[in-house]
């Protein structure tokens, strides 16, 4: 298909059409609440709100402002948070909009770097980033503010791509030191950017490798793989905040054996196929049934279609390069939720954010190659009205069931109460409906949430304190007590169970409880600062006022950026004179 515009009006063309189908479909997602992961990485996370924290993004995991650890070392991604709070607050619109905004920039720069690829084949281009735009899957990614990673992370990814292309084309190395600093800028998003240097390679391979220039492409490659060893061995090392290499606790089989792992892969596998075609029922963690036997439907079925597809991809590759392009993009992209290295669950909606792009480019190469191969041109005719008809209906059904699930992201309730319906036996889930039960004064019901993500699983120290939580607004101070201290048992650097500990000694005037608070939290919390805001909540909640004053005016020597520490020092000053 020929486009008679310059290549400016087109992309210009493009990304307009992009931002309204894009916010068409996504804006009824704007003033959905905060809920799960945005809790901690924005509503309770004292880094976010405070851009003076901005080292720390850098120093510590991501929600290092909570007083918990993760395995997560992402400080753009909470720098794009903080700044979103410094405008918006608590708005979650901001939040929304962003999201939306990275979503179609990532569609944006997928057209670009396939129209270069692809010799400017506007169709074979427009296409598969359309579908990237509006499939439901993405929502996951986009509707839910904590999913920022994918789409942010994806941009900083195409466009390095893209940069990479301009390189190898214009032969100006501007373009290459670029591209690199934007892969090293994803990876501040994600940690799954390291696996970009595999699809530099694979352009690289398929589009501008030849005998003359071998040389080039090893010199040209080089940097990228060794930025990707780089970080490997600085996250596991310097900024290994929680142990990232230490496994999973999806299934004891699951966990213990690498080829029961790359088996229930082959079935994962199936699962997205069935979820990109037919996108109905999705919901988030979806539990999968552990494959232990090689000789299983799942395993040879997706044996066969390789062979198939690879069969396919070599006896059109002279033809049409962009089929082999396409899946070895999904495939790559998806080769570390394999788990060989066991890290992660083995499913989630969202790890098809990007390879998704790669599959529809595979799905369209193929279509629109085997339309061109008919020979009869009232035929042929006729077939590519029909394609466009049946493509048209099929955008039509994708973006109404984008919009449909946007509602189900809407609060958490309703989000966490659809989901339990498909993942009865899901822990987290559980507790986090009874922290949303729990925020409406339903603490009776959120308990029994709460007894029911324990019964599951009783190692998750938030958990306990949630269940405390609900307890002490109950007024049962025992059992709230016991199940405070079950989650600092669990988890000693968990800094929330110390803080209610210290709120109901301190009503109870149990000064050797304190004492032993304090002695605790003092040996499993390095920072001076932790420790010293430990101590001037306790002279606040003790109307020390003096002592309050002097601590915090040594902890605005700490911290001197802390604007809620200033205001603090300013009301305890009027207070002190006022008496």
């Keep these: 298909m020929n486009i008679n515009l310059s290549k400016k009006q087109l992309f210009t063309l493009v990304f ?225 905040f929680n142990q990232l290499l230490s496994g999973t606790t999806y299934n004891s089989l699951y966990d213990g054996s690498i080829w029961v792992r790359i088996y229930t892969f082959c079935l994962v596998i199936w699962k997205y196929f069935k979820f990109i075609f037919i996108p109905q029922n999705l919901h988030m963690v979806p539990e999968v049934n552990i494959i232990t036997n090689f000789f299983s439907w799942p395993v040879l079925g997706l044996i066969f279609f390789l062979i198939l597809i690879f069969y396919i991809a070599y006896k059109i590759y002279n033809e049409n390069k962009y089929f082999a392009f396409g899946f070895l993009w999904f495939f790559i992209i998806l080769a570390p939720r394999t788990n060989i290295i066991s890290i992660n669950r083995p499913m989630y909606e969202h790890w098809l954010y990007l390879p998704i792009l790669g599959f529809y480019l595979a799905l369209f190469s193929l279509l629109f190659f085997i339309i061109n191969k008919i020979k009869d041109r009232k035929m042929k005719k006729y077939i590519f009205y029909t394609f466009f008809i049946i493509v048209f209906l099929y955008i039509s059904y994708l973006s109404y069931l984008t919009i449909v699930r946007n509602k189900l992201w809407h609060d958490p309730i309703t989000f966490y109460e659809y989901n339990l319906k498909y993942t009865p036996n899901s822990f987290i889930q559980h507790n986090n409906l009874g922290m949303a039960l729990a925020d409406k004064g339903e603490h009776e019901e959120a308990n029994q949430h709460y007894q029911r993500a324990l019964s599951i699983n009783d190692d998750y120290p938030q958990v306990y304190s949630n269940y405390a939580n609900s307890l002490l607004a109950l007024n049962k101070l025992e059992e709230a007590k016991r199940n405070y201290l079950k989650a600092i048992d669990i988890s000693p650097k968990f800094s929330i169970p110390y803080q209610k500990l210290l709120i109901i000694y301190t009503r109870q005037d149990k000064q050797e409880k304190i004492k032993e608070l304090f002695n605790r939290f003092k040996d499993n919390f390095n920072y001076t600062n932790y420790y010293l805001n430990f101590k001037l909540s306790y002279y606040l909640q003790t109307n020390q006022n003096s002592k309050a004053l002097n601590l915090a005016q040594e902890l605005n020597k700490i911290e001197p950026d802390n604007r809620a520490l200033q205001q603090l020092i300013f009301q305890l000053k009027v207070n002190n004179l006022s008496r």
């Design 16 to 240: 307009l059409f992009f931002v309204i189908i894009g916010l068409a479909i996504y804006s009824n997602s704007f003033n959905n609440e905060f809920f799960w992961d945005d809790d901690d990485v924005i509503v309770n996370n004292v880094y976010t709100h405070d851009l003076s924290q901005l080292p720390k993004y850098f120093s510590e995991n991501l929600i290092s402002g909570t007083g918990q650890k993760s395995n997560y070392w992402r400080p753009l991604l909470l720098t794009s948070f903080s700044i979103d709070y410094q405008i918006w607050g608590f708005n979650p619109l901001g939040y929304h909009l962003n999201n939306t905004f990275f979503h179609i920039l990532s569609a944006f720069l997928g057209f670009i770097l396939f129209y270069k690829l692809t010799n400017k084949r506007f169709l074979l281009s427009f296409l598969p980033t359309l579908f990237f735009l509006i499939h439901p899957l993405q929502t996951e990614a986009v509707t839910y503010m904590a999913g920022r990673a994918d789409p942010l992370s994806t941009v900083f990814s195409l466009a390095a791509l893209v940069l990479y292309t301009y390189f190898r084309e214009r032969k100006k190395y501007i373009y290459l030191y670029l591209s690199l600093a934007l892969f090293i800028l994803g990876l501040m998003v994600k940690e799954q950017v390291i696996f970009l240097p595999a699809l530099v390679l694979l352009i690289e391979t398929i589009f501008y490798l030849s005998r003359k220039n071998i040389k080039k492409s090893i010199i040209s490659l080089t940097p990228y793989f060794l930025i990707s060893i780089i970080y490997f061995i600085l996250r596991i090392t310097v900024s290994n």
